[in-house]
């Protein structure tokens, strides 16, 4: 079952913050971040593991509540070259029925 | 090859046409993946093959649509009696196993097909 993306597109200016949702109605085990610029193929950012945790990667980072079943994408101090759809992944059961969720279209303006 | 190749990079066929395209995943990785991309769509999967075992089918569109995989590396993705709505980009993916709680997944730059 393909999980829920919020929100569907975010524009921002140069330098602000911006935070992507991923949510599912099943128990998660995994949760993968993926960013497609436009014309290009998606590219891994991040993946996140049962048990709450957050990682970072640049100024991109990311949680995880198992509990709540969803995940946050964090954006902070945006630059131009952020903007893409911003693709969630989410498996269960150790990598079982994976799905991408439908994209958050993030533009990032100067 | 350092990255998931795939080929044609365009094709351009007539509607009724057959087309066929290959990807070559990452060496070493047993798990392929097809999905199928809209101008402006989300990622829509279409077949996934791991190792040995029997690849799941469960999102190809029609029985006009077929994919095999040879030797457990490269994979052919065959699309019968094209149809417009099949013009899309075709992105093929690898991971180093399917049922890993850490797969990182690396996409190809995808095979962009339209039908006229």
């Known amino acids: 079952q393909q999980p829920v993306q919020s929100p569907q597109a975010v524009i921002l200016r140069e330098g602000e913050d911006a935070v992507i949702n991923c949510s599912s109605s099943?128990?998660?085990?995994?949760v993968h971040w993926y960013r497609q610029k436009h014309g290009e193929a998606p590219v891994f950012l991040m993946i996140?593991?049962?048990?709450?945790e957050q990682k970072g990667h640049e100024k991109i980072s990311a949680s995880f509540n198992e509990k709540k079943q969803q995940s946050s994408l964090y954006l902070t101090a945006s630059q131009l070259s952020y903007s893409g759809t911003y693709f969630c992944g989410t498996a269960d059961n150790y990598g079982q029925n994976f799905v991408f969720g439908p994209g958050t279209r993030l533009s990032v303006l100067p | 090859g350092a990255g998931v190749s795939q080929s044609p990079s365009n094709k351009v066929t007539e509607k009724g046409k057959d087309v066929e395209l290959r990807c070559d995943p990452i060496?070493?990785?047993?798990?392929l993946y097809w999905y199928r991309q809209s101008l402006g769509q989300g990622l829509e999967f279409l077949i996934y093959?791991?190792?040995?075992?029997?690849?799941?089918k469960s999102g190809l569109p029609s029985d006009r649509f077929s994919a095999e995989r040879t030797g457990g590396s490269v994979s052919t993705l065959t699309i019968q009696r094209t149809q417009q709505e099949d013009s899309a980009v075709y992105l093929c993916?690898?991971?180093?196993?399917?049922?890993?709680?850490?797969?990182?997944?690396?996409f190809g730059e995808g095979s962009w097909l339209t039908v006229v």
């Open positions: 099943k128990a998660l085990y995994s």
């Open positions: 093959f791991q190792g040995n075992s029997a690849p799941d």
């Open positions: 993916a690898s991971s180093e196993r399917w049922k890993a709680p850490g797969n990182t997944i690396y």
């Open positions: 060496s070493g990785h047993t798990a």
């Open positions: 996140l593991l049962k048990g709450g």
